[in-house]
Structures are given as structure tokens and as C-alpha cells.
């Protein structure tokens, strides 16, 4: 496995991203992207990349979002997906190139430290691949540096745990089955660590970010038959943290998920609501 350049920094999630985490998203790759599908496509939509653009797509993954940016821009344009999972950087550079798509850039890089050159990109994109920091401060110095003067900036990121209803419900569906969790820390490296506003508003201007913007966007999300969505909820997300270090406990959990599952099924799979903040700055 190679590491991202200057790995020491963000040497916990390098870690978490390229054993056991790293490799169920892999597994559940195409779940996961139909998952989250529609709050990307709502910030890239606020981004709008044209053709001949230059793009930095940060923690890009599995690269679907990437990908999508390279046939935004075209041949004569040019994309750079970096992200510190091996694993999932090995599944983007596998995946079919779209027609007229300028070939991406797949990097195992740590955009927090890594030489992502100076005013290399005409704009950043990211889609929940920059909450995961141990310096967000640092970080989005870094990627300051590298979008071009007029540049801009945007990426989507959750907004709090208790108004995500798609991964409380079945945390808290759960519950009554698993030991007491200890409490988090709400600015840990993580999926919530963006929620504040204020927060992300002070890492962005200090920064050295300006036309800071936080829209709040909702929408459903899912997609997948509730056998499939019960699985997936015992790999990724707090209860797919909580049976990590209890597997034993899945067998009681399952029977009241899965009929809290029953009740958002629909034609379409089952589908929950979702809770974002679409994040935009220039430089």
C-alpha cells in the first residue's frame, strides 16, 4: 500500500481509510454513490465547471464525482481527484473514462499537505471529502493556495447528526440493543465536523477565503431495497461504528431496523431525508 505524500499529518484517517473503512465503501461503492448521488450533483450544479476549466475534486474517492468533472470540462480542461485511500483511489482509476471526458488525475495525496501547486485549478470541488482534516485550518490554506485568483470553492458537507434523519433513525432504532457510546467530539475529524456554520465560515475566511456562502439543502436519498439498505447501515455510519467493535450485537439489532426500514420503503427503494450545507467561496 503507498501512503500520501507528507502522511504523518493526517496519519489517523490515513489509517482508517486504507484498512477496514476503505474497503467497505469499495464493497459498497455503487450503493454509496447512488446514496449520496443527488448532494453532489447539487454542488457541483452551484459550481458549474465549463469546458477547458482546470478542477481539483478533494477526497474524491471512487472517483464517480471526478469522472463527472472531466466531462464537464472536456478534452481541453483537466481534473486532479486526490484522496488518501488506496483502495478507493484503486477502484477511480479503473472506472470507464465518459465520452469527450479529459482523462482525470487519480493522486494519493493528503490535500492538507500536499504540493497541490500554486493557482494550479480554476476551482475545488468536494463532495464530503473535507471534514476529515486534523487541521482544517491548514488545510484549506493549502487549497487556498492552489485555486487560481477568482477562483472559487465548493463543496457539500453534513449538516448536524439530529437533523439527518437517514443515519440518526437507525442509530437510534438501535439503541435499546447496544452498550452505552461514549460522547463525540463535534470538532473531531469526521462526518459532522462541518455542521457548525459559523464554524466553517471562520476556517474558510481565515483562510483567507471571501464571498463565504452556507445554503442549507434537503432532499431524500437512498435508492436500495431495505435488504440492501440494512446492510449497509451494519457497515458504514454510527451503528456500522457501534458493530465494529460489537458484531454480536447484530442479530438484535436487525429486527428493528429493519422495520424502521419498512416504513420509508417505496418504489423507488428505500429513501430517507438528508440534511447538507452547499459551501461556496472564491479566492
Do not use: K
Not at 36 to 44: F, H, N, R, S, T
Not at 85 to 110: G, K, T
Amino acid at each position: 500500500m503507498s501512503l500520501p505524500d507528507t502522511a504523518s499529518a493526517n496519519a489517523a484517517q490515513i489509517d482508517y481509510w486504507n484498512t477496514a473503512v476503505g474497503q467497505t465503501w469499495v464493497e459498497h461503492q455503487a450503493q454509496l454513490d447512488r446514496l449520496i448521488a443527488p448532494l453532489g450533483a447539487e454542488a457541483m450544479r452551484v459550481l458549474a465547471p465549463t469546458a477547458g476549466e482546470r478542477i481539483l475534486d478533494v477526497g474524491c474517492g471512487c472517483g464517480e464525482t471526478t469522472l463527472e468533472l472531466a466531462a464537464r470540462v472536456g478534452p481541453g480542461g483537466g481534473v486532479v481527484g486526490v484522496d488518501i485511500s488506496e483502495p478507493m483511489l484503486a477502484v477511480a482509476r479503473a472506472r470507464d473514462l465518459p465520452v469527450n471526458a479529459v482523462e482525470p488525475q487519480f493522486r494519493n495525496s493528503d490535500a492538507q499537505v500536499a504540493d497541490l501547486g500554486e493557482a494550479a485549478f480554476d476551482a475545488i470541488f468536494s463532495r464530503f471529502g473535507v471534514m476529515f482534516f486534523s487541521d482544517p485550518a491548514a488545510a484549506f490554506a493549502n487549497l487556498h493556495r492552489a485555486v487560481r485568483p477568482g477562483g472559487r470553492l465548493a463543496f457539500v458537507c453534513w449538516r448536524p447528526y439530529a437533523e439527518n434523519l437517514w443515519m440518526r433513525a437507525p442509530m437510534d432504532a438501535a439503541q435499546p440493543f447496544l452498550p452505552p457510546m461514549p460522547a463525540s467530539d463535534p470538532l473531531a475529524p469526521g462526518p459532522f465536523a462541518f455542521a457548525d456554520p459559523l464554524r466553517v465560515r471562520s476556517i474558510l475566511e481565515g483562510a483567507g477565503f471571501s464571498d463565504v456562502t452556507l445554503d442549507p439543502f434537503d432532499t431524500l436519498i437512498g435508492g436500495s431495497s431495505v435488504a440492501e439498505t440494512l446492510r449497509l447501515n451494519f457497515r458504514v455510519g454510527p451503528l456500522g461504528s457501534a458493530l465494529r467493535t460489537a458484531p454480536h450485537l447484530a442479530a438484535r439489532v436487525s429486527q428493528a431496523l429493519e422495520a424502521l426500514l419498512e416504513s420509508y420503503d417505496t418504489p423507488q427503494g428505500v429513501m430517507m431525508p438528508a440534511c447538507v450545507w452547499i459551501v461556496q467561496a472564491r479566492r
